[in-house]
């Protein structure tokens, strides 16, 4: 597509409750990147894929956090056991070979 | 590890005024320097960049020059509009490719006419 697209864009969900959030980044980027905004807080990365492979997971903040990517293409963030620390913006960003990034506009968590 | 630093914010600013927002980094090698923007309601989008010493990022009357010497990335404009109100993100990236970006907490800037 023109652009990296994200959905949903918002999702309020209950304590407890596990959500999937997907990223469907620019046809031939072969590079994607999960990013957490937390209120008032800078970018926190997530996980990087090189293609369907995730050479470095290290800012998954937990175990209840994991991700996936297939056919090189769509990717999905999924929470399990969801807490209210988790509320906040999910953004995905998709470069070819890691060059020139381009955002998606996020996927607001709000857990109550 | 690689961080960056910028000035805290929130600025405000009167329309025409100048605007400079303070961005330093740490990092092993020689990364390249991104300032991203965040409009109300909107996705990051890439302001301007520089990828080595002394290159100088410019877009919309926005400029930064990387400035190895003292590890900074300051981005300024001379006359700032309304319209510049958002968020402000300083950015590195590492030399290699498919490096993560590593961003600065932001600085809001609200511009009033």
Same mark, same amino acid.
């Given at each position: 597509g023109a652009g990296v697209s994200q959905s949903p864009s918002n999702k309020v969900t209950e304590k407890g409750k596990?959500?999937?959030?997907?990223?469907?980044?620019?046809?031939?980027?072969?590079?994607?990147?999960?990013?957490?905004?937390?209120?008032?807080?800078?970018?926190?990365?997530?996980?990087?894929?090189?293609?369907?492979?995730?050479?470095?997971?290290?800012?998954?903040?937990s175990d209840r956090f994991s991700a996936?990517?297939?056919?090189?293409s769509v990717s999905t963030l999924t929470i399990q056991r969801t807490q209210q620390e988790d509320s906040a913006v999910y953004l995905c960003a998709s470069s070819f070979l890691g060059?020139?990034?381009?955002?998606?506009?996020?996927t607001r968590l709000t857990v109550v | 590890g690689?961080?960056?630093?910028?000035?805290?914010?929130?600025?405000?600013l009167s329309e025409e005024a100048f605007l400079t927002i303070n961005c330093t980094y740490t990092a092993t090698g020689y990364p390249s320097l991104f300032w991203y923007v965040q409009y109300p309601g909107e996705g990051l989008?890439?302001?301007?960049?520089?990828?080595?010493?002394?290159?100088?990022?410019?877009?919309?009357?926005?400029?930064?020059?990387? &400035?190895? !010497? %003292?590890?900074?990335?300051? +981005?300024?404009? =001379?006359?700032v509009q309304v319209s510049d109100s958002a968020?402000?993100?300083?950015?590195? &990236?590492? !030399? %290699?490719?498919?490096?993560? +970006?590593?961003? =600065?907490?932001?600085?809001?800037?609200?511009?009033n006419p």
């Amino acid at each position: 597509g023109a652009g990296v697209s994200q959905s949903p864009s918002n999702k309020v969900t209950e304590k407890g409750k596990d959500v999937e959030l997907r990223c469907d980044p620019i046809s031939g980027h072969t590079a994607l990147y999960w990013y957490r905004q937390s209120l008032g807080q800078g970018l926190e990365f997530l996980i990087y894929f090189q293609g369907n492979s995730a050479p470095d997971k290290s800012g998954l903040p937990s175990d209840r956090f994991s991700a996936e990517r297939t056919g090189g293409s769509v990717s999905t963030l999924t929470i399990q056991r969801t807490q209210q620390e988790d509320s906040a913006v999910y953004l995905c960003a998709s470069s070819f070979l890691g060059y020139g990034y381009t955002f998606g506009s996020g996927t607001r968590l709000t857990v109550v | 590890g690689n961080s960056v630093t910028q000035m805290e914010g929130p600025v405000t600013l009167s329309e025409e005024a100048f605007l400079t927002i303070n961005c330093t980094y740490t990092a092993t090698g020689y990364p390249s320097l991104f300032w991203y923007v965040q409009y109300p309601g909107e996705g990051l989008q890439l302001l301007l960049k520089a990828t080595k010493a002394d290159d100088k990022g410019s877009n919309k009357g926005f400029e930064a020059t990387y &400035r190895k !010497e %003292t590890t900074s990335f300051h +981005l300024e404009k =001379g006359s700032v509009q309304v319209s510049d109100s958002a968020v402000y993100f300083c950015a590195q &990236r590492g !030399e %290699t490719s498919g490096s993560r +970006l590593t961003f =600065g907490e932001g600085t809001q800037l609200t511009v009033n006419p």
